[in-house]
């Protein structure tokens, strides 16, 4: 399952932003698939957190062959030490544990997030043990696929700005004149930031100044 946006969504960016307009024709239709479960995705992007997609792969398969179903019950059942043996750091099986055990216990709704606005749900995911604002927003778009969220604190996407727009550094203010022209579609650009990121396409640099040695 892939994230979901379509001529809609594309047409209008390429009438707000011609140099985004161009990146698109020459990238073409991205496929960035989706965590549909909204539980296994938070505990997915917590086992991530600081390590290589490589690493957070291996662990995930880890940890799916050992519950065999990545449920609230299922991480409920063990204990931190048995997800610390699968290659999850203590803190990281901790804030798992707690996460499910508060869902069992109903002292968090995690489908009522689905329910929320884009900064309700920011909010009650982020008050969760190992949950920061980054990817709270990460769950919105690749989970529930949020069409408007444009994260400043993804590095990648501030890099993708710089090389898309030939600026040296992408303040807080320059990001917002970004985030309003891209709204209400903030999502689909960002995956073509990512990809520009990422060098998607060649001829493109990071205006970034080179760091002092």
């Not at 073409?28 to 997609?53: M, P, T």
């Not at 303040?171 to 990422?198: D, H, M, V």
């Amino acid at each position: 399952m892939y994230f979901q946006y379509g001529e809609t969504e594309i047409n209008y960016l390429k009438r707000k932003d011609k140099k985004l307009a161009w990146a698109i024709e020459q990238i073409g239709h991205i496929e960035r698939k989706l965590d549909a479960n909204l539980f296994a995705a938070v505990v997915r992007h917590i086992v991530g957190q600081q390590i290589s997609s490589k690493a957070q792969a291996t662990v995930w398969a880890r940890l799916k062959a050992r519950l065999k179903d990545v449920t609230p019950f299922a991480v409920h059942d063990v204990s931190a030490q048995e997800l610390q043996s699968l290659g999850i750091s203590l803190r990281k099986a901790e804030y798992i544990k707690d996460f499910a055990d508060k869902i069992v216990s109903g002292e968090f709704e995690l489908q009522s997030v689905e329910h929320m606005s884009d900064a309700e749900a920011i909010t009650a995911l982020s008050s969760l043990k190992g949950i920061g604002k980054w990817t709270a927003e990460m769950i919105l778009l690749f989970c529930l696929q949020r069409p408007d969220i444009l994260s400043y604190d993804d590095l990648a996407i501030q890099r993708g700005l710089r090389m898309l727009y030939h600026h040296r550094k992408i303040t807080r203010e320059l990001f917002n004149k970004y985030q309003k022209r891209y709204s209400p579609y903030g999502s689909t650009a960002a995956i073509y930031l990512w990809e520009i990121a990422g060098g998607a396409i060649e001829s493109m640099k990071d205006y970034a100044p080179a760091k002092k040695r």
